[in-house]
């Protein structure tokens, strides 16, 4: 039911989605070597969210996620990535929506252009935006944010082109295709 904003179904996903980035960040994070920054299951699974929800609801679920994931993990949110973990969600969202998840259809085609698109906006929002954002609000020295920045957006970058299209190719598997079922 939906009267004005979100329906019901939306609201619990964003709910639920931000719960399990939560997990996901704790407890299913690989460290790189370099400070403060990991390789993240959290992102591929914020893109078939956002995909399946929208791009409001990838925005929501990956800044109320990290908030909390910073807050529980660190005593406090880191509110640069925080912003940035928004923003990612919101584009996976724009470019999720252009698909035809629920119908089953996540073709070559499409896992081409969901690829090329996550690549440059994991690039834009991580390499460039993150470090940005941080000697902005927190005075950070360029040289450490823009590194983690780059080993941020290359294992987002790698790990959405993996797990994220393996659960969108799933997910599409799933669904019954357009125009499969026949009347008799």
């Not at 929800?53 to 990838?58: E, R, S």
Request: a positive charge; one cysteine or more; proline letters at 3%.
């Amino acid at each position: 039911m939906k009267k004005n904003g979100f329906s019901v179904k939306t609201v619990v996903a964003i709910g639920i989605g931000a719960a399990v980035f939560v997990i996901l960040g704790r407890f299913v994070s690989i460290p790189t070597g370099v400070a403060n920054t990991s390789i993240e299951t959290t992102y591929p699974f914020l893109a078939l969210m956002a995909s399946l929800y929208g791009p409001v609801a990838g925005f929501l679920i990956g800044l109320i996620g990290h908030t909390i994931k910073d807050a529980t993990a660190y005593g406090s949110p880191w509110w640069s990535w925080v912003i940035c973990s928004g923003i990612i969600g919101l584009i996976f969202g724009l470019v999720g929506s252009r698909f035809d998840l629920k119908h089953g259809e996540f073709k070559l085609k499409q896992i081409l252009s969901f690829n090329l698109v996550q690549v440059v906006a994991n690039y834009l929002v991580w390499a460039l935006v993150a470090p940005s954002l941080d000697i902005l609000i927190y005075s950070e020295p360029a040289n450490k944010v823009y590194l983690q920045g780059i080993v941020s957006a290359t294992a987002n970058a790698i790990s959405v082109a993996i797990l994220g299209t393996l659960l969108l190719k799933a997910y599409a598997a799933t669904r019954t295709k357009k125009g499969s079922l026949r009347k008799d």
